[in-house]
């Protein structure tokens, strides 16, 4: 019998393949999941040696693992099966493709013969291309000083090695404007530099709210922004914002307020190893 202590968990979502070490690793990815959107989370035993050679060989250490779809080979984890308490589906056998649809028919002459109590998944792909993975913190804020008025946009990115302190000059603009840029910067900035995962807090009651669907956005600009503001945000694997007080974002408000003077559009980024 399997030893629970050797469980892990691979999650399909979207475009992103991630492998989880625990299954609590795997809650966040709830809450950060938008309606209508693939989750697909399958659970392995004793992630073999040469696995996990495999993706350190390719700056993938630690746990969690997180990968693109196209970035994994047919047998790299192994026997998987569907985990039953998250994937409760009928007993029609089929296999698990990550670079393709989630789910596909068992084609004849596969390599693969699941029972209908146990499924068996392959994951296939192409030549690895892959990015850094790791997950980290963004905080984010915005300063105006006028409201409208010179503004400027402030985020620091934390992943437990290293702290990025961004700004950018956003010209004349609402402190709400400059808020918005202050997470698009941050999050693409994120991406930029290969994140999957990431937790998001800012003092802008009014922008967490948005993003979180939970307040409607009635202004065209700020609907503009808060569109790509969620593109951005559907691009990772976790995703989870939350509010905070003005007190414990101190620090991206100094970037807010030190992007002010710069011209609108430009971008200052410094970067310190913890």
Known sequence: MADEKDA???????????????????????????????????????????????????????APYSIGASDVNEGLFGRLVACPYLDPYSSEEKTFNVKGAIEVDISAGSSLHPTNSQRHHAIDGSQPELST????????DGASKGNPGPAGAGAILRDGRKVYRLREGVGIQTNNVAEYRGLILGLKHALKK????????????????????LWKVKNQNMATLCTEAK????????????HVPRE???EADVQANLAIPLRAGEVQEDCHFL
């Open 8 to 62: 892990f968990y691979v999650v399909r979502k979207g475009d992103v393949v991630g492998v989880y070490k625990s299954f609590s690793d795997i809650l966040p990815l709830f809450a950060s999941s938008v309606s209508g959107e693939s989750l697909s989370i399958y659970k392995g035993y004793s992630l073999r040696q040469e696995t996990e050679e495999y993706l350190v060989s390719h700056g993938l250490k630690g």
């Open 248 to 250: 414990f974002n101190s």
């Open 194 to 213: 290969g994140y999957k995962q990431i937790h998001v807090q800012g003092d802008s009651l009014l922008v967490c709210s948005q993003i979180q669907g």
């Open 231 to 242: 593109a951005l945000k559907d691009k990772f694997m976790s995703f989870k914002i939350n």
């Open 133 to 140: 993975c790791l997950s980290c913190t963004l905080h984010f």
